[in-house]
């Protein structure tokens, strides 16, 4: 059990430009999360995976957010177009089904 | 819609002596979870303890310890014996029961500990 992993760590990019995240969930954990913490608050739920299906999206997931589990290992989440407003802690957490949601370290975005 | 209120931004105790953090929630469920994280600085968060709304017994996990009030809606952490090791920001969180998943997180209180 290696843990969740997540990267980039930091990720500088200017207004504009895409980026990607990678999370590696723990490895037989079928579910997978997403949230976002910006500072001074608690992580908000922005999307869940199931295997390799995508069950629900929160409403702070914009058009300019998309992200996918390709054969329920790994997933990627990709904002396009990124704004001042992105930049915050991006954290993905897996469980195996209802347990306990072990969180990664975060990838920081910080948009210029 | 569930929210999770943590009334105390920052909290300090010293070491060895015993500190109790606040957490309220809104929810017209029966059934559901309740959490505290412990997020030390630039450290992924971890799971400090759990309790199902169905149990009236508190949880309890060696230094820690919850206050479950269910009427109340109040769900407070105390930790006992407090050590360096403790300070990090602590967040309360809630789940629905059944196949629901998501975590409802309050905005957390960074407890400090002083030697």
């Known amino acids: 059990d290696t843990g969740v992993s997540q990267n980039p760590r930091h990720k500088i990019t200017k207004r504009g430009q895409n980026v990607t995240f990678r999370c590696d969930p723990i490895?037989?954990?079928?579910?997978l999360y997403w949230y976002r913490q910006t500072l001074g608050q608690g992580p908000e739920f922005l999307t869940y995976?199931?295997?390799?299906?995508?069950?629900?999206k929160s409403r702070l997931l914009s058009d300019r957010f998309s992200a996918e589990r390709p054969k329920g290992s790994f997933s990627t989440l990709e904002i396009q177009r990124t704004e001042q407003g992105d930049s915050a802690m991006y954290l993905c957490?897996?469980?195996?089904?209802?347990?306990?949601?072990?969180f990664g370290p975060g990838t920081r975005l910080t948009v210029t | 819609a569930q929210t999770v209120t943590q009334s105390q931004p920052e909290m300090s105790v010293q070491e060895a002596e015993t500190v109790t953090l606040s957490c309220t929630y809104d929810?017209?469920?029966?059934?559901?979870?309740l959490f505290w994280y412990k997020q030390p600085p630039s450290r992924q968060m971890i799971l400090v303890i759990r309790?199902?709304?169905?149990?009236?017994q508190n949880a309890t996990e060696n230094r820690f310890s919850v206050n479950f009030q269910k009427a109340a809606k109040s769900f407070s952490l105390k930790i006992s014996d407090s050590q360096l090791g403790d300070a990090a920001m602590y967040f309360c969180?809630?789940?629905?029961?059944?196949?629901?998943?998501?975590?409802?997180f309050g905005k957390g209180t960074l407890l400090t500990v002083n030697p």
């Open positions: 969180a809630y789940r629905r029961g059944g196949s629901n998943y998501k975590l409802t």
């Open positions: 957490a897996s469980s195996r089904g209802l347990n306990e949601q072990y």
């Open positions: 995976f199931q295997n390799e299906a995508q069950l629900e």
């Open positions: 929810t017209s469920e029966s059934d559901y979870y």
């Open positions: 309790q199902e709304a169905y149990k009236q």
């Open positions: 490895s037989e954990h079928n579910r």
